[in-house]
């Protein structure tokens, strides 16, 4: 299954997981300069031929500062000590490709011929495809582990959102769901715990990617924020019984936006933002009658009800500390 498009919020998620990423970029450059001084000498590990030339004598290690972090390399040396590898000069000035790179290949695949460029900057010379491809299949192993690792940590603010991308899959594209979830330690501290594929969001679905969570190690979160999906608020009600939701506001703002048309949306976005950002839940349903009574004098009895019944899964944010509110009001930082 290969992606065709950029994914750059789920990309920068992973790039600020120094954990995960050091891991990849580590394997990764580690695999090109073996790939690198084999070239050189013209002949692998072992290997008898009338072309080597030279002879492996060991390694030496070497530090290279990434976004990614700190990562350790262990550089190959021949005997005549005639090897010098470009790699870390060129690094500096392809990093940013390269980690992006990596998000990509690591989301859902991405091209030979895109990856290819980006090594042929770090090394100096044209790269094979099957040589683009040993590389890749390198990572399979860390990223399975990457996916089914333990999570051991507590995240009492959960945040799932899935989004449609286009895929090449059996020679035709199609539309494919990514789920993710993010868990925020009591420190702010922002993980990727997880992600899933599927054909389409149902119920299903939803639930085999939260009890797969489960089954690694998460904790009922105390929050979660996600979209009104009729599917993914039943899984969450199933597998989190406990757990306080709250209704991403920005998917709500649009809801009531669409409820509304553009004929009154002017004076009547305003008054729901008004409730959303108000300062505590007294003061939200304070605001929240004002409006209610402002859409009745519209005419606009239907919407008045649908705030009423839907307004307090809106506003459950209110009940988090002040400083924490901000970004967990809706799951735009997916």
Same mark, same amino acid.
């Given at each position: =299954?290969?992606?065709?498009?950029?994914?750059?919020?789920? /990309?920068?998620?992973?790039?600020?997981?120094?954990?995960?990423?050091?891991?990849?970029? /580590?394997?990764?450059?580690?695999?090109?300069?073996?790939?690198?001084?084999? $070239?050189?000498?013209? @002949?692998?590990?072992?290997?008898?031929? $009338?072309?080597? &030339?030279?002879?492996?004598?060991?390694?030496?290690?070497? /530090?290279?500062?990434?976004?990614?972090?700190?990562?350790?390399?262990?550089?190959?040396?021949?005997?005549?000590?005639?090897?010098?590898?470009?790699?870390?000069?060129?690094?500096?000035?392809?990093?940013?490709?390269?980690?992006?790179?990596?998000?990509? =290949?690591?989301?859902?695949?991405?091209?030979?011929?895109? *990856? $290819?460029?980006?090594?042929?900057?770090?090394?100096?010379?044209?790269?094979?495809?099957?040589?683009?491809?040993?590389?890749?299949?390198?990572?399979?192993?860390?990223? &399975?582990?990457?996916?089914?690792?333990?999570?051991?940590? %507590?995240?009492?603010?959960?945040? #799932?959102?899935?989004?449609? /991308?286009?895929?090449?899959?059996?020679?035709?594209?199609?539309?494919? @769901?990514?789920? *993710?979830? #993010?868990? #925020?330690?009591?420190?702010?501290?922002?993980?990727?715990?997880?992600?899933?594929?599927?054909?389409?969001?149902?119920?299903?679905?939803? %639930?085999?990617?939260?009890?797969?969570?489960?089954?690694?190690?998460?904790?009922?979160?105390?929050?979660? *924020?996600?979209?009104?999906?009729?599917?993914?608020?039943?899984?969450?009600?199933?597998?989190?019984?406990?757990?306080?939701?709250?209704? !991403?506001?920005?998917?709500?703002? &649009?809801?009531?936006?669409?409820?509304?048309?553009?004929?009154?949306?002017?004076? =009547?976005?305003?008054?729901?933002?008004? *409730?959303?950002?108000?300062?505590?839940?007294?003061?939200?349903?304070?605001?929240?009658?004002?409006?209610?009574?402002?859409?009745?004098?519209?005419?606009?009895?239907?919407?008045?009800?649908?705030?009423?019944?839907?307004?307090?899964? @809106?506003?459950?944010?209110?009940?988090?500390? !002040?400083?924490?509110?901000?970004?967990?009001?809706?799951?735009? =930082?997916?």
């Amino acid at each position: =299954m290969k992606c065709n498009i950029t994914m750059p919020e789920i /990309q920068t998620a992973l790039i600020n997981d120094h954990h995960f990423l050091s891991e990849i970029v /580590q394997q990764f450059l580690q695999k090109l300069l073996e790939k690198e001084f084999t $070239s050189y000498i013209g @002949a692998d590990r072992y290997d008898r031929s $009338s072309e080597r &030339r030279g002879y492996r004598n060991g390694h030496y290690e070497r /530090q290279l500062k990434t976004r990614a972090g700190s990562i350790e390399l262990t550089i190959p040396r021949d005997r005549e000590g005639s090897f010098r590898t470009e790699l870390f000069e060129r690094y500096q000035r392809s990093e940013k490709a390269l980690v992006l790179t990596l998000a990509k =290949m690591y989301i859902n695949g991405v091209s030979t011929r895109k *990856v $290819s460029k980006v090594v042929e900057e770090l090394c100096g010379h044209e790269i094979s495809k099957s040589h683009v491809s040993d590389l890749s299949k390198q990572l399979d192993a860390g990223l &399975r582990q990457w996916r089914s690792r333990r999570l051991e940590r %507590k995240y009492p603010y959960l945040m #799932i959102d899935a989004t449609y /991308q286009k895929v090449r899959e059996g020679g035709r594209v199609a539309s494919v @769901a990514v789920y *993710v979830a #993010i868990g #925020i330690t009591e420190k702010g501290q922002r993980e990727i715990l997880g992600c899933y594929t599927a054909k389409s969001e149902n119920a299903t679905e939803w %639930k085999e990617f939260l009890k797969s969570l489960k089954e690694r190690g998460l904790e009922t979160p105390t929050y979660i *924020v996600s979209d009104n999906h009729e599917g993914l608020r039943q899984a969450i009600i199933e597998e989190f019984t406990t757990s306080l939701w709250q209704r !991403c506001q920005v998917h709500y703002m &649009r809801n009531f936006s669409d409820k509304l048309g553009k004929r009154h949306a002017e004076d =009547m976005i305003p008054l729901l933002r008004d *409730v959303l950002h108000a300062s505590d839940t007294k003061s939200a349903h304070a605001l929240k009658n004002v409006l209610i009574e402002r859409l009745s004098e519209k005419k606009l009895e239907h919407v008045a009800t649908w705030i009423e019944e839907t307004i307090d899964d @809106a506003i459950n944010v209110l009940n988090l500390p !002040c400083h924490h509110r901000k970004r967990m009001r809706s799951t735009n =930082m997916l």
